[in-house]
């Protein structure tokens, strides 16, 4: 049983949680809503995050997101797949050289030299449970929790085959309540995603968004077919990497929606990245400034909510 601890701000005022929502390169809006919630004055207390909000809250609570805003910023198509550590061992990539490369550069050792509480989710394999990680080394807890099922390996940590957290909890507000915030600030990604990257055309099939080239050549080369296959009856099939990025963001958006309604925050910041495919990591530019405009959007709301009226 988790024992919620006991936080209380200098000036009396709620404790505030930030919920950082999974959504692969879509996260990276994530650094774009810190930048604006910053500019607007707001701190958070506490840190939760699933996948991508995993990564860039650890980032964030080590005092290092500016230097990852450039960093990503920075990436094109090449770098990406410069990053990709091919497996085929529980997943097309083991995701080791990304995560040492964020370990050296954004984020602290551990949990314990954060500057404000931080935790993140992952997925027990074997029975479907979720896992809170919140202490240990900061690197292991955020590759189990981008752990994408097909894509990332999974990662042994404590006996346990842990995969991407937001096959339980894409955007754990419980998480940031069980661990003290008096109001819960929550970043969602999966608005409008499903349709977008897969739509349905009457006159010739499936057809596909213009997307992830890279992953397609990237999934052809290890013999995985990336691209559409043609049916006898004459109908176009979706590729692999299709279905797979569809079926997860169906997967996601349900699970979010179902998670939230019951255990709703206080405020919900949604970012409109529903063009961004999944694995589109070299897009950052559009995807930061897609979380400052949404953090505008919501200003008033966020004022009402911190008494700023």
Request: proline share 5%; hydrophobic share 45%.
């Amino acid at each position: 049983m988790y024992e919620q601890p006991v936080l209380a701000r200098s000036d009396g005022g709620p404790v505030i949680g930030l919920v950082l929502g999974s959504g692969a390169a879509r996260g990276w809006s994530h650094i774009g809503v810190l930048d604006a919630l910053a500019a607007e004055g707001v701190k958070p207390d506490i840190v939760c995050g699933s996948s991508i909000g995993a990564l860039v809250g650890a980032a964030y609570v080590s005092g290092k997101l500016e230097p990852l805003g450039n960093w990503v910023r920075s990436l094109d198509w090449q770098d990406v797949v410069a990053m990709l550590d091919i497996s085929l061992k529980g997943g097309l990539i083991r995701g080791d050289r990304v995560v040492q490369h964020c370990a050296q550069n954004f984020f602290v050792p551990t949990f314990s030299e954060t500057s404000q509480p931080f935790a993140c989710v992952a997925t027990e394999l074997s029975t479907g449970r979720e896992i809170w990680l919140r202490d240990g080394t900061m690197a292991d807890a955020v590759r189990a929790s981008i752990g994408l099922p097909g894509l990332f390996s999974p990662v042994l940590r404590g006996g346990r085959v842990l995969v991407d957290g937001g096959l339980v909890n894409p955007v754990p507000v419980s998480l940031a309540r069980a661990m003290g915030a008096d109001l819960v600030i929550a970043v969602e990604l999966g608005s409008g995603v499903v349709g977008r990257t897969l739509r349905k055309n009457h006159a010739s099939g499936f057809e596909l968004m213009p997307d992830n080239g890279w992953v397609r050549k990237l999934l052809a080369t290890v013999g995985l077919g990336a691209d559409s296959a043609k049916l006898g009856d004459g109908s176009d099939m979706p590729s692999l990497a299709d279905v797979v990025t569809t079926s997860i963001n169906i997967m996601q958006m349900r699970i979010a929606r179902s998670r939230m309604a019951g255990e709703p925050a206080d405020l919900l910041i949604s970012p409109r990245v529903a063009h961004l495919n999944m694995m589109e990591f070299d897009r950052a530019e559009d995807a930061i400034k897609e979380g400052v405009a949404a953090v505008k959007r919501v200003k008033p709301l966020l004022h009402q909510l911190l008494g700023r009226e």
